[in-house]
C-alpha cells in the first residue's frame, strides 16, 4: 500500500477578484522509501499541494473534492488535534521560505528543541538538546550555532538548519519545497546529497519541490510534471528523461541547459502562463502547445498509461503524447 | 551599552535644555505675573506691587530672569512658590508627584496588561462574535468623551450607589488627629508596593533560570505576592497606619479604575493590530506545521512576536503617567502634579509651574529612552545595536 496517496484533489482559492483552481482532479502515489520530484513553473500548484497535504491552507481555500490518504487514513477527515499529531510527527516539510521559517524571538536550538518536546513530552530536554546537536552534525553546522537567533545565521546555514528541524522527530515523509533555492550550485549539490543518503539510510520518503528540472533528475526516482495545477505527466524519472511523453514536458527538458544537447538549441516554451481564474475548459496546456487540435480545446485529457510503456507507471496526460 | 546610554543621556541634556527655555519663555509671554491677582485689591498701592516685584527679582529684564533662573536649575534651586510662599518648589512636587505617578503608573501598567491579554485572543478569534464585542468596546472606549465617563462612574459608584467617596485624596476628618501626614503614609504605600514588585520579580526570574518546569511553579509567584501583601497588612497594622492606608486606597480606587478601564481600549486594539500582522508571517505558519499546540503558537509565537509596538507604547505612556492628566485629577480632585501644574500655571506661579514642568518633562524623555531600551532588550535583533 502507498504511504501517501492523493486521490481526485480539487483545490481552490476564493480571493477578492474571483476564484483560483489552483489544483485540479490530481492523483498521486507515493511509496514508503521513495523520493518523488515535483517540478513544475511557478504557481502552477505545487506548494498548494503541499499545504493541502499537511493541512496548512488558509481559510479561503477550499478542497472541493479529493482524499489524501496516509498510512491509510484520509487526512481530510482529522481533527484538528488529530492532525497536530500527523504533523512533523509523520510528516515534515522544508519550507520554500526557508529565511522566514524561524521564529526571530528564539534561538534556533530553542525552537528545535521545541518541536521535538511537544512530540515525545516524556523526553527529558537534555536528551532533545543532545539529539539536536547530533542533527546539526548530520547537516552540517557546528553546535555553536544552536545558541543563536535566526538573524545571525545566513541563508544557506538556514537552510540546512530547516532541513535538520524536519528531521528532528523521525518523520516517515518529508516535504522539501525548494529546500536549495537559497545555496549556491555547489553547496545544494552537498545538501541535496546529505538528504538523500539520510533519506536511504532512515528509509523516509521525500517530496521533492522545485522548477529545476536538472535539480530532480539528481535526486527524484520519480517524477510529476504539474502544469497549471494539472499533474500533466509522471513517470520513473529515467523514462520520463529519456523519453518525456506530454508536450510540456519535453518543453520543460529542451529549456534546461544540461539537459538539451547543445545550448543554442535551449528553447522556451512559447506563450503565456494560463490564468487560473479562468483556465481552458480543455486541456489547460493547449493554448501554448504547437500540437494543439479542437479536441484538446474541448475535453481535458485523462491521465493515461503511455503506448511506449515498459512498467504501465509512465503515465501522461494528452490526447497527442509524443 | 554604557555608551549608548550615555549617547542617549547627551540627547536628553540637549532636548531637556531647549525644553526648559521654550517652558520659561512661553510662561513669560503669558500677560501678567503673580502681581497681577492683586491689581485689583484696593488695599494694595501699587508700590506695595511694585515693592513685592521687586522682592521677588520680577522688574529686571526677561533674559537676566533666565540666566539666574538657569543658574537655579543646574544648581537643583528650584526656586520657591509664590502661591504657597514660602514653601520650595521641589517640596511641593515631592509631595504630588508620587500621588500622580502612582495612580498613572498603575493604570498603565493593569489596562496594558489586560489590553494585551484581551487583544492577543480578540486577533485569536477575528471575526467570531467575541473579537467583534471587544473591538467595538475597545473603539467605543477610545471615541468615549473621557469626562463623561468619569462623571458618569462617579454618578453611579459615589453619588448613586455610595460604595466610593466622591473623590479627594483622603478623608480630612478621618486624618485630623493622624500620627503621619498623608504624604509619609503614602510613601510606605509606595515602599509597600516596590519591595513587593521587586520580589515577585526576582522569584520569577529565579524560577525561570532555574527552569522548574510548568504546573508546580505555577502558584509560587501568586503565593509569595500574597504573603508579601498579607505582611504589608501585618506591619501597618502593628504601627496602627492600616486604617489611613485603606483610606488612601479607598480614594485611589474610582480614578484608577475609570483610568485603567478607558485605556484598554487602545492597547486592545494595538495588540490586535500587531497580533494580526505577525499572524501572516512564515514562521507562524511554520509552527502549526511542527504541530506546536494552540497555546504555544498564541503565546510563544503571535503574541511574543507582536510585543514591540506595545512595549513602545506602554514606555511611553508610563513617562507620561509623571505629568498625569490635568483632566482627570480636576475632575477627582485628585492633588496631583496635573492639577499643580494648572493651578501654577493660571496663578501665574512661575517657579511652581516651570518646576512641574521640568519634572515631568525629564520623566517624559527617560520614558523615551526607557521604551528604547526595553525593546532593544525583547528583540534579539535589536539587542546587538545597543551592544550587550
Ligand atoms: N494563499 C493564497 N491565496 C491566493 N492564491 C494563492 C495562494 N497560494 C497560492 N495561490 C495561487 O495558487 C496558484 C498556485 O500557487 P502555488 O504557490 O501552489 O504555486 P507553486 O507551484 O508553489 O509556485 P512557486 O514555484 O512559485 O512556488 C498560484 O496561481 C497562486 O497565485
Ligand atoms: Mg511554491
Redesign the interface.
Known amino acids: 500500500m502507498a504511504l501517501l496517496e492523493l486521490q481526485d484533489l480539487s483545490l481552490h482559492y476564493h480571493t477578492g477578484r474571483g476564484v483560483i483552481s489552483a489544483v485540479n482532479q490530481l492523483s498521486l502515489a507515493l511509496d514508503a522509501g521513495e523520493s518523488l520530484g515535483l517540478v513544475g513553473e511557478s504557481g502552477s500548484g505545487k506548494s498548494s499541494i503541499a499545504h493541502a497535504i499537511?493541512r496548512?491552507l488558509p481559510a479561503y481555500a477550499q478542497i472541493r473534492q479529493g482524499r489524501i490518504y496516509f498510512a491509510g487514513r484520509n487526512l481530510l477527515d482529522l481533527t484538528e488535534p488529530q492532525?497536530?499529531?500527523?504533523?512533523?510527527?509523520q510528516i515534515?516539510?522544508v519550507?520554500q521560505?526557508a529565511?522566514?521559517?524561524?521564529?526571530?524571538?528564539?534561538t534556533v536550538g530553542a525552537q528545535v528543541v521545541?518541536?521535538i518536546l511537544?512530540?515525545e513530552p516524556n523526553m527529558s530536554?537534555k536528551a532533545a538538546r543532545a539529539r539536536v546537536e547530533e542533527l546539526y552534525a548530520l547537516v552540517g553546522l557546528p553546535c555553536t550555532l544552536l545558541r543563536r537567533?535566526p538573524?545571525e545565521y545566513s541563508g544557506g546555514m538556514k537552510q540546512r538548519a530547516c532541513i535538520a528541524?524536519a528531521l528532528a522527530c523521525n518523520p516517515q515523509l518529508i516535504i522539501a519545497d525548494e529546500p536549495t533555492t537559497a545555496l549556491d550550485v555547489i553547496m545544494q549539490a552537498r545538501i541535496l546529497g546529505e538528504l538523500e543518503s539520510i533519506r536511504k539510510e532512515r528509509g523516509m520518503s521525500v517530496i521533492y519541490i522545485s522548477h529545476d528540472m536538472a535539480m530532480m533528475a539528481q535526486v527524484a526516482e520519480r517524477i510529476g510534471v504539474m502544469y497549471a495545477g494539472v499533474l500533466v505527466e509522471y513517470g520513473c524519472t529515467i523514462d520520463l528523461l529519456a523519453a518525456p511523453a506530454h508536450p510540456y514536458t519535453a518543453g520543460l527538458l529542451a529549456a534546461v541547459p544540461s539537459m538539451a544537447d547543445d545550448v543554442t538549441q535551449l528553447q522556451e516554451i512559447p506563450g503565456e502562463p494560463v490564468d487560473l481564474y479562468a483556465p481552458p475548459a480543455g486541456c489547460r496546456f493547449y493554448p501554448r502547445c504547437s500540437r494543439a487540435t479542437a479536441q484538446c480545446k474541448e475535453q481535458a485529457p485523462p491521465l493515461l498509461p503511455c503506448r511506449r510503456n515498459r512498467d504501465g507507471e509512465h503515465k501522461a496526460a494528452c490526447w497527442h503524447l509524443l | 551599552m554604557l555608551r549608548y546610554l550615555g549617547h542617549r543621556l547627551l540627547q536628553i541634556l540637549v532636548l531637556l535644555f531647549v525644553f526648559i527655555t521654550l517652558t520659561y519663555f512661553i510662561l513669560q509671554a503669558m500677560p501678567g505675573d503673580f502681581t497681577s491677582i492683586y491689581a485689583s485689591n484696593p488695599q494694595m498701592t501699587p508700590e506695595m506691587i511694585a515693592n513685592l516685584q521687586a522682592r521677588f527679582g520680577l522688574n529686571e529684564s526677561v533674559w537676566v530672569q533666565y540666566v539666574r533662573f538657569l543658574r537655579n536649575i543646574v544648581t537643583g534651586d528650584l526656586g520657591v512658590s509664590f502661591s504657597e510662599y514660602p514653601r520650595p518648589v521641589w517640596d511641593i512636587i515631592k509631595e504630588r508627584l508620587p500621588r500622580t505617578f502612582v495612580l498613572f503608573f498603575s493604570a498603565n501598567i493593569i489596562s496594558f496588561y489586560i489590553g494585551f491579554w484581551l487583544g492577543k485572543w480578540s486577533a485569536w478569534y477575528k471575526g467570531r462574535a467575541a473579537d467583534k464585542v471587544l473591538v467595538t468596546g475597545s473603539i467605543s472606549l477610545i471615541t468615549a468623551f473621557y469626562p463623561l465617563v468619569a462623571f458618569m462612574a462617579l454618578w453611579v459608584f459615589s453619588y448613586h450607589l455610595g460604595w466610593l467617596p466622591l473623590n479627594n485624596f483622603v478623608d480630612p476628618i478621618l486624618w485630623s488627629n493622624a500620627p503621619l501626614s498623608s504624604m509619609q503614609v503614602f510613601g510606605y504605600i509606595i515602599y509597600a508596593a516596590v519591595v513587593t514588585t521587586a520580589l515577585l520579580i526576582l522569584v520569577s526570574l529565579l524560577l525561570r533560570k532555574k527552569g522548574v518546569a510548568g504546573a508546580k511553579s505555577r502558584w509560587i509567584p501568586p503565593i509569595v505576592l500574597g504573603l508579601a501583601l498579607l505582611s504589608a497588612v501585618a506591619l501597618f497594622q502593628r504601627s496602627g497606619l492600616l486604617i489611613y492606608v485603606f483610606d488612601i486606597l479607598y480614594h485611589l480606587l474610582l480614578p484608577l479604575f475609570v483610568l485603567t478601564f478607558i485605556r484598554i481600549g487602545s492597547s486592545l486594539l494595538l495588540t490586535r493590530d500587531a497580533v494580526l500582522a505577525v499572524t501572516q508571517e512564515d514562521y507562524v505558519l511554520a509552527a502549526r506545521a511542527r504541530g506546536l499546540a494552540p497555546a504555544v503558537i498564541r503565546n510563544r509565537y503571535l503574541a511574543r512576536n507582536a510585543i514591540h509596538p506595545v512595549v513602545t507604547s506602554l514606555a511611553l505612556s508610563l513617562g507620561e503617567s509623571f505629568s498625569g492628566g490635568v483632566v482627570t485629577e480636576t475632575l477627582f480632585s485628585w492633588p496631583g502634579i496635573g492639577l499643580t501644574l494648572l493651578r501654577a500655571s493660571l496663578g501665574g506661579d512661575y517657579p511652581l509651574a516651570v518646576g512641574a514642568f521640568i519634572i515631568t518633562g525629564i520623566f517624559l524623555l527617560l520614558g523615551h529612552v526607557a521604551a528604547d531600551i526595553a525593546t532593544a532588550c525583547l528583540d534579539p535583533r535589536l539587542r546587538d545595536s545597543i551592544g550587550r
Open positions: 499537511l496548512l492532525m497536530r499529531e500527523v504533523r512533523w510527527r515534515a516539510m519550507f521560505a529565511m522566514n521559517t524561524l521564529n526571530p524571538m528564539y521545541e518541536t511537544t512530540h530536554s537567533y538573524h528541524l
